[in-house]
C-alpha cells in the first residue's frame, strides 16, 4: 500500500551537491494508538533541511497525532522519531527550543492584544521582538497597524498571520504548522502559502498539513495520508505524473444527470466530479463514439470530452481506491 | 420550478453602527443549488441567520418559502432545514435515536418516522449502524447523516453552512452527490462554502464582500466575465478579506 | 406535543448517559442527608469540661460525678487554681470550666445556698450557650434531688456564667474565621484550577509545553498572582471586620499573617493538583466546588464543632486542611494565643503543602497524554 519514491534526490534543486543534506525529520515504523483505535501506522519518511513537506490528508487521517509526536508532545508506540538529529523522547527538552509550534485553531492568547501574545512568546523563548524582526517582518507587517487589537477581535486571515509570527519570533530551526489554512477564506490562504515560500530564504525547515489538495502543488514533497497509513511520498509533480491512466474530462448541461449516467456506463472505470466538469477513467483508456451515443441517449445535451492532465487530487483519490480494496 | 422560494430586497442587518448587510438583494429558485460565498466577516454568517429565521433584518424585505422573515421568523423554521460543520448530531445519542427525536420535532407521525428512517439507513448504508452512538461515527458519515436528517421532514429549503469541511475528497463528492439528488427532488439548496470546487458544483453563486454582495450568477459566466478559468480565481480578484 | 415529548425524552438520554449529572442529582442528597444525620448535630456530646474545685466535699462529688456521668460531658482536667483557667482554654479541649466555691456543701446545708461559677468558651458562642445551659439543667436537677429532703428550707445553687474570650458572644467572632478559611480554600483552588485546565481547553496549553518553559515554571508562573491576590484579600477582610464589627486581632497579627499565607500557598497546590486530574475547567470547577465547598462547610468545624461528630466524620475531617487553618486562626484571632500553642496544626499545614507541591510537579504532564 505505500509507494514510496526516493527521498529527496533527483529533481530536487540543489545548487551545492557537495552540501551535507541533514534530514531534519526522520521517522522509521512510528505507530500510534489511541484505547483501540490506530492513528498511525508504520510512518516512514523524511524531511531535509530547507524545505517545505506538506502533509496532505483529510480529517482523521493521522495528521495531527503525527505532527504532536514531532513536536515532542506525544511519544510514539512504536518506531523512532528523529529531529534535528535528537530522538523526540529524550531530546525534547533541546529540541523545544528549536522548533516552532502552530496547532490547529491557532492557540493565541484571545484576551491578549496582538502585541502581547508576540512579546509573550518572545520571552517565553529567551529572545526579544526585536532580535528576529526582520525574519517576522513580511507577515508581521500586515497586522502591526493592529497590534494593540485583542487577538480576540481579529479576523482568521490576521489571526492566521499572529500565529504565525509567534512560532516564527525564535527563528526555530524547524516549523510545525498543523493545518494553518483550515477555515480560513481563499484569498488568506494565498497569501499564507506566499510568506512560506519566502521562509525558505532564511533556512527554515517547514512541515506543513492540510486537507486542501490545491496546497499540495506548493510544497517541495508531500506525503499523502489516509487513515494512519502513508499513501505516496514525494515531490508533487511526480505524485500526480503517477496516476496510473489516462484522465478524460467530459461536460454536459445537466451535471447531476451526466454523472449518475457517466457511472451507468460499461467502459467506466471511476468517474469523479470536479468543478464543472467530470474526471472519468475508462477501462480501455479511450473514448468512442459509443460514449456519445450512450449519453444523449441519457438524455443529456451540450456533451464536450477531453482527454486532461491529472491533478494531485485525481491522484489521491486514486491512491484512496486502492487502499480501500487493498 | 420557477417559484421564488427566496426572495431578498434591499436587506440591511445593522449591529450598532456596523452594517454587516448592506443592501442584499437577490432570489434564489425552487430546486437550485445555491452557493453562498464570501471571506471571514463579509456577512455571510449574519445573512444565513436572516433566512432562516434566527435573527430579524434592520430593514428591507426578505421572504422565505413565502413567509416573511421580518414578521413571522417561527413560521420559517417549519419549512427550512439547517446543518452547520460545528453542530449537527448529539453524540451521546445513537443515529436511530438523532433521527427519530429530529422526526419527532417537524412533526412527523411515528409511521412516517419509521418508514423514512429505514430508507434512510438502506441508501447510506447505514443497516448496521443504526443503534451505535455518534460520538463512534467517523467524521464522514456523521456528515452524511447529518445532511439526510437535515431533509427528513422534506423541508422547501436546507440551509448547509460549511458542510464539508476537513472531510476527505471521496466523502466529499459523495455528499455534493447526495445535494445534487436532493435538489432533483425540488428541494432547494443553499450551502456556504470554502471549497472553491465546490463552488463550480452549484447552479448560482453569490459572493459576498464586507457586507455587500458583489458577484451574483453562474459559474460559467462568472469565470466569462472576469476572464478565469476558475471561480477561485475569481474570488481572489473580487473578494478582499475583512482585515476590520 | 409529539415535539415536546420527543425533546423531553432526548434530555432523559442525556442524563442517563452522563455520570456527572447522575452523581449531582442522586449523589449529592445521600451525601447530604448522611452527613446532615451524623456528622453534624448540634447536640452538646462529649464537651469538654475542667473543675476548679475549692472545696472538694462530698456535695461537690456527687454533683461533678451528676454532670460527669450526664453523657454530655467529659472531664478533661481537675485545676488547682485560677491562673490555670486561661492556659486550659488556650489549650482548646476544655469548653467549659466549673467553679465550686469554697466550703461549697457546708455552706450548702447552714445557708442554704452556694455559689459556683460556669465560664465557657466563648469563641464559639453557639456551642458555648448551649453547654452553660446543659450544665444549668443537671444542676437544677440536682437541686431538686437535694432539696426533696428538706421540703420546707430548699437549697439553692445558684451558678453564675461568665464567657472567657467574646463575652458578648458576637457571632462574628464564629463566623469571621470561618468564612476566612472558607474563602481562602475554595478561591485559591478554583482559580488555579481553572486558570491552568483553561489553557488546556482553549490548546494555547501546547505551546507552552514545546516552549522552554519547565513545568514548575509554569505552575509557579500560575501561582504568584494568585498568592499575592490572596493575601491581599485576607488583609481586606480583616480590616473590613474590624471597621464593621469591631473585631479585632487577639494575638499577633504577624503570626495571623505568617499562617495565612501558609494556608493560601496550600490552598493554591491544591488547586494545581485539582488540576492534573482534570481534563476540562468544567471538570476541575466541579471537583474544586462540590469535592471541596460542601466537606469544608460541614466537617471543618466552621459551622458544627467537631467534638459533636462521629468518630467516622472526625476522622473524615483530619484530612481537610481547612480544619487545621481554623484551629489556628481563632486560636490566634480570639484566643490570643501565641505559636506554642498551635505549632501542631502549624506543621500539619506544612507538610500537606509539600505534598501536594511535590504530587502536582510530578503529575505535571509535560505530554499531552
Known amino acids: 500500500m505505500t509507494d514510496q519514491l526516493s527521498q529527496g534526490c533527483p529533481g530536487k534543486q540543489n545548487s551545492d551537491p557537495e552540501k551535507q543534506m541533514q534530514k531534519v525529520i526522520e521517522s522509521t515504523d512510528i505507530s500510534k494508538a489511541f484505547g483501540s483505535t490506530k492513528a498511525l501506522n508504520d510512518i516512514t519518511f523524511s524531511v531535509d533541511e530547507s524545505e517545505i513537506f506538506g502533509l496532505i490528508g483529510p480529517d482523521g487521517a493521522g495528521k495531527t497525532t503525527l505532527f504532536r509526536i514531532i513536536a515532542t508532545l506525544l511519544r510514539p508506540d512504536n518506531g523512532e522519531m528523529k529531529v534535528l538529529g535528537q530522538d523526540c523522547i529524550t531530546g525534547f527538552k533541546e529540541l523545544r527550543r528549536n522548533i516552532g509550534y502552530m496547532p490547529g485553531r491557532f492557540s493565541l492568547y484571545q484576551d491578549l492584544t496582538v502585541e502581547e501574545n508576540l512579546n509573550f512568546y518572545a520571552t517565553v523563548f529567551g529572545t526579544t521582538v526585536k532580535e528576529n524582526y526582520d525574519l517576522i517582518s513580511d507577515i508581521y507587517s500586515h497586522i502591526e497597524p493592529f497590534k494593540k487589537r485583542l487577538t480576540g477581535k481579529l479576523s482568521g486571515g490576521m489571526k492566521q498571520k499572529l500565529a504565525l509570527s509567534c512560532a516564527l519570533i525564535h527563528k526555530p530551526k524547524l516549523l510545525i504548522l498543523d493545518e494553518p489554512t483550515t477555515g480560513v477564506d481563499a484569498v488568506s490562504r494565498y497569501e499564507f502559502w506566499a510568506m512560506l515560500a519566502k521562509l525558505r530564504q532564511h533556512n527554515i525547515t517547514i512541515i506543513v498539513s492540510t486537507p486542501y489538495m490545491d496546497e499540495a502543488m506548493r510544497c517541495d514533497r508531500v506525503a499523502l495520508i489516509q487513515n494512519g497509513l502513508i499513501l505516496s511520498v514525494a515531490p508533487p509533480q511526480k505524485i500526480r505524473d503517477g496516476f496510473s491512466r489516462k484522465l478524460f474530462m467530459i461536460k454536459a448541461s445537466e451535471k447531476y444527470k451526466l454523472i449518475i449516467a457517466l457511472r451507468k456506463y460499461p467502459g467506466t472505470v471511476t468517474a469523479y466530479p470536479f468543478g464543472d466538469s467530470v474526471h472519468v477513467t475508462f477501462s480501455d483508456d479511450r473514448i468512442d463514439e459509443s460514449l456519445f451515443r450512450f449519453l444523449s441517449e441519457e438524455g443529456l445535451s451540450n456533451v464536450t470530452a477531453g482527454e486532461t492532465e491529472a491533478g494531485i487530487e485525481d491522484r489521491f483519490l486514486e491512491l484512496m481506491e486502492k487502499g480501500a480494496t487493498a | ?244 | 406535543m409529539k415535539r415536546f415529548l420527543g425533546f423531553v425524552k432526548k434530555e432523559f438520554l442525556h442524563i442517563f448517559r452522563d455520570y456527572r449529572t447522575l452523581f449531582i442529582i442522586f449523589g449529592i442528597p445521600v451525601a447530604q442527608i448522611l452527613i446532615f444525620g451524623f456528622a453534624i448535630s448540634t447536640d452538646v456530646k462529649n464537651a469538654g469540661v475542667a473543675f476548679l474545685d475549692l472545696s472538694k466535699d462530698e456535695t461537690t462529688q456527687k454533683l461533678t460525678d451528676k454532670i460527669i456521668s450526664s453523657g454530655f460531658f467529659k472531664r478533661t482536667e481537675n485545676l488547682t487554681s485560677y491562673s490555670e483557667i486561661e492556659d486550659i482554654f488556650r489549650k482548646g479541649k476544655t469548653k467549659e470550666v466549673i467553679i465550686f466555691e469554697k466550703n461549697f456543701g457546708k455552706k450548702l446545708q447552714n445557708e442554704g445556698k452556694a455559689s459556683m461559677s460556669l465560664i465557657a468558651d466563648g469563641s464559639e458562642p453557639n456551642t458555648a450557650t448551649l453547654i452553660t445551659n446543659y450544665t444549668m439543667a443537671i444542676v437544677s436537677d440536682f437541686n431538686t434531688d437535694i432539696s426533696g429532703f428538706k421540703a420546707n428550707n430548699p437549697m439553692l445553687i445558684q451558678p453564675e456564667v461568665k464567657m472567657f474570650y467574646n463575652p458578648e458572644l458576637k457571632s462574628q467572632h464564629m463566623f469571621v474565621p470561618g468564612v476566612i478559611t472558607m474563602i481562602l480554600i475554595l478561591i485559591c483552588a478554583l482559580m488555579t484550577s481553572v486558570t491552568i485546565t483553561r489553557e488546556k481547553e482553549l490548546g494555547t496549553m501546547e505551546v507552552l509545553l514545546v516552549s522552554p518553559l519547565r513545568p514548575i515554571q509554569i505552575i509557579l508562573g500560575k501561582v504568584v498572582p494568585y498568592f499575592l491576590l490572596s493575601f491581599i484579600n485576607v488583609i481586606l477582610i480583616l480590616v473590613l471586620s474590624w471597621l464593621v464589627f469591631g473585631l479585632s486581632v487577639k494575638g499577633s497579627i504577624i503570626l495571623l499573617l505568617a499562617e495565612s499565607m501558609l494556608y493560601i500557598m496550600l490552598s493554591l497546590s491544591v488547586g494545581i493538583l485539582i488540576s492534573t486530574v482534570s481534563n476540562s475547567m468544567q471538570q476541575a470547577i466541579f471537583i474544586s466546588l462540590v469535592g471541596m465547598m460542601l466537606p469544608t462547610i460541614l466537617l471543618s468545624g466552621f459551622i458544627y464543632p467537631i467534638e459533636n461528630m462521629d468518630k467516622a466524620y472526625d476522622l473524615i475531617s483530619y484530612m481537610l486542611p481547612p480544619r487545621y487553618f481554623i484551629t489556628i486562626i481563632k486560636s490566634i484571632m480570639i484566643k490570643g494565643t501565641g505559636f506554642l500553642y498551635v505549632w501542631k496544626e502549624t506543621l500539619v499545614l506544612i507538610s500537606m503543602t509539600i505534598l501536594f507541591i511535590v504530587m502536582s510537579v510530578r503529575k505535571f504532564k509535560i505530554r499531552l497524554e
Open chain 2, 1 to 244: 420550478m420557477n417559484e421564488k422560494v427566496i426572495y431578498v430586497k434591499n436587506l440591511v442587518k445593522k449591529f450598532g453602527s456596523f452594517v454587516a448587510n448592506d443592501n442584499l438583494s437577490f432570489e434564489v429558485f425552487g430546486g437550485e443549488i445555491f452557493g453562498f460565498l464570501g471571506a471571514n466577516g463579509a456577512g455571510k454568517t449574519t445573512a444565513i441567520r436572516i433566512l432562516s429565521g434566527l435573527s430579524s433584518p434592520t430593514s428591507g424585505e426578505v421572504f422565505v418559502a413565502g413567509i416573511n422573515a421580518s414578521k413571522n421568523p417561527e413560521e420559517i423554521k417549519k419549512q427550512i432545514g439547517y446543518m452547520s460543520q460545528k453542530f449537527s448530531l448529539y453524540e451521546d445519542l445513537t443515529v436511530k435515536e438523532n433521527i427519530m427525536l429530529y422526526g419527532g420535532i417537524y412533526g412527523l407521525s411515528k409511521s412516517l418516522i419509521k418508514e423514512r428512517t429505514d430508507n434512510l439507513l438502506e441508501k447510506l448504508n447505514f443497516r448496521e449502524y443504526g443503534d451505535k452512538l455518534i460520538a463512534a461515527l467517523p467524521l464522514g458519515l456523521r456528515q452524511k447523516l447529518a445532511f439526510s436528517i437535515a431533509v427528513f421532514h422534506e423541508p422547501k429549503i436546507v440551509f448547509l453552512d460549511e458542510p464539508t469541511g476537513g472531510v476527505d475528497p471521496i466523502t466529499r463528492r459523495q455528499f455534493w452527490e447526495m445535494i445534487y439528488e436532493t435538489a432533483a427532488r425540488g428541494i432547494t439548496v443553499f450551502v456556504t462554502t470554502h471549497y472553491m470546487d465546490e463552488a463550480e458544483y452549484c447552479d448560482r453563486i453569490s459572493i459576498m464582500s464586507e457586507g455587500k454582495i458583489v458577484a451574483l450568477d453562474t459559474p460559467e459566466n462568472l469565470k466569462k466575465l472576469y476572464n478565469a478559468g476558475t471561480v477561485e480565481e475569481v474570488f481572489i480578484k473580487i473578494a478582499r478579506p475583512v482585515n476590520n
